[in-house]
T-cell receptor, first 110, second 113 residues
Framework: NAGVTQTPKFRVLKTGQSMTLLCAQD?????MYWYRQDPGMGLRLIHY???????AKGEVPDGYNVSRLKKQNFLLGLESAAPSQTSVYFC?????????FGQGTRLTVV | DQQVKQNSPSLSVQEGRISILNCDYT??????FLWYKKYPAEGPTFLIS?????DKNEDGRFTVFLNKSAKHLSLHIVPSQPGDSAVYFC????????????FGGGTRVLVKP
């Protein structure tokens, strides 16, 4: 049982480049989330989904887009990366209360 | 505005003693509160939770207390062990908004042997 898997684990981007982070969960959870973690800021919600085909904005959505075409996958896209998007990104999924997190993606934008 | 705050960025405690972590919130619509533990280079892992209709929940060495009138919760770890050294995040659930969790800034706990 893999739980929540994030791909890739590390990535370095140049300013202006685009990329997609993939999150996959095998627990049949309805809810999925993308967070970013920055020093002293805790985890801030970027976007979330309450089910297949749905997405909603979180606390810090600017510069990101998401898609949930399949229930088990939640994709986070950066269309034109900026140095301010250097962060550790965590995906999570939830059935009700407790959310299960992936191992994170460390992204550096230079 | 931060809806969930952890005012102590770090805590150092001797092995065997009690660790007390605090968390304050502002949104009265939160219905569940959770604590997560995070080691470096890993994702957060769930530790313990409490419903807004309760004032205490215990699981082994971990106890969470909720004071709803003060909008304050705390996590007690007794006795503290070196393996407890990690960053602890307080989180609150908003059931009306996709069950999303709002996190505090975290408290780094160091348990000294």
């Amino acid at each position: 049982n893999a739980g929540v898997t994030q791909t890739p684990k590390f990535r370095v981007l140049k300013t202006g480049q685009s990329m997609t982070l993939l999150c996959a969960q095998d627990m049949n959870h309805e809810y999925m989330y993308w967070y970013r973690q920055d020093p002293g800021m805790g985890l801030r919600l970027i976007h979330y989904s309450v089910g297949e085909g749905t997405t909603a904005k979180g606390e810090v959505p600017d510069g990101y887009n998401v898609s949930r075409l399949k229930k088990q996958n939640f994709l986070l896209g950066l269309e034109s990366a900026a140095p301010s998007q250097t962060s550790v990104y965590f995906c999570a999924s939830s059935y009700s209360t407790e959310a299960f997190f992936g191992q994170g993606t460390r992204l550096t934008v230079v | 505005d931060q809806q969930v705050k952890q005012n102590s960025p770090s805590l150092s405690v001797q092995e065997g003693r009690i660790s007390i972590l605090n968390c304050d919130y502002t949104n009265s619509m939160f219905d569940y509160f959770l604590w997560y533990k995070k080691y470096p280079a890993e994702g957060p892992t769930f530790l313990i939770s409490i419903s807004s209709i309760k004032d205490k929940n215990e699981d082994g060495r971990f106890t969470v207390f909720l004071n709803k009138s003060a909008k304050h919760l705390s996590l007690h770890i007794v006795p503290s062990q070196p393996g407890d050294s990690a960053v602890y995040f307080c989180a609150a659930r908003d059931k009306a908004a996709g069950n999303k969790l709002t996190f505090g800034g975290g408290t780094r706990v160091l348990v000294k042997p």
